[in-house]
């Protein structure tokens, strides 16, 4: 079944100490995002990727960075993780671009814990 | 400013009891009415889209509905498996790809 994947799906680091989560898909949409969510809130939208085009939300921290190589792959680096960065990381794809307004596709999450 | 408020926060029902969810939001233009069910330490799964007012969306259990201010989803008859969050998302015109999450509903059916 054509899917979007996240690895790993469970990730401690350490305080200060840079990680990377990866997401990978099969749907071959052409735009891919990242989501923040916490415990009993909607998810919070960092940054999406719309072919090549990096879309920044104003209120992402700049220690989130992201990278798309290709249109299968997109990473979430953390550069310094805090305390407050705990939570799981969610990514979507979607088609857009056409007529039909296609829902995001999710994958599973990775849940981020900070030591 | 665009926005979605989902109610209640939480609701518990016994085996059978029917029930609805709502979703108000109010956008410039709605291109799109997601609805999505969240299962503990799993990503959103896509269960209905809606786009004009009138429109109606079924599946098992559930139906969707929508209006110009808000969309319902009904609960028919609900079974322990349909605890869950319910997210609603909606996606205005001026968007081309982003979407607005309430915060959820969290359904819990005892059986």
């Known amino acids: 079944d054509a899917m979007v994947i996240q690895n790993p799906r469970y990730q401690v680091t350490q305080f200060g100490k840079p990680v990377t989560l990866s997401c990978s898909q099969t749907l071959n949409h052409n735009v891919m995002y990242w989501y923040q969510q916490k415990s009993s809130q909607a998810p919070k939208l960092l940054f999406h990727y719309y072919d090549k085009d990096f879309n920044n939300e104003a209120d992402t921290p700049d220690n989130f960075q992201s990278r798309r190589p290709n249109t299968s792959f997109c990473f979430l680096d953390i550069r310094s993780p805090g305390l407050g960065d705990a939570a799981m990381y969610l990514c979507a794809t979607s088609r857009a671009g056409t007529e039909d307004d296609q829902p995001q596709h999710f994958g599973d999450g990775t849940r981020l814990s900070i030591l | 400013e665009d926005q979605v408020t989902q109610s209640p926060e939480a609701l518990r029902l016994q085996e059978g009891e029917s029930s609805s969810l709502n979703c108000s939001y109010t956008?410039?233009?709605?291109?799109?009415l997601f609805w999505y069910r969240q299962d503990p330490g799993k990503g959103p799964e896509f269960l209905f889209t809606l786009y004009s007012a009138g429109e109606e969306k079924e599946k098992e259990r559930l139906k969707a509905t929508l209006t110009k201010k808000e969309s319902f989803l009904h609960i028919t008859a609900p079974k322990p498996e349909d605890s869950a969050t319910y997210l609603c998302?909606?996606?205005?015109?001026?968007?081309?790809?982003?979407?607005?999450f309430g915060s959820g509903t969290r359904l819990s059916i005892r059986p």
């Open positions: 956008v410039s233009g709605l291109r799109g």
């Open positions: 998302a909606v996606r205005p015109y001026s968007s081309a790809s982003k979407i607005i």
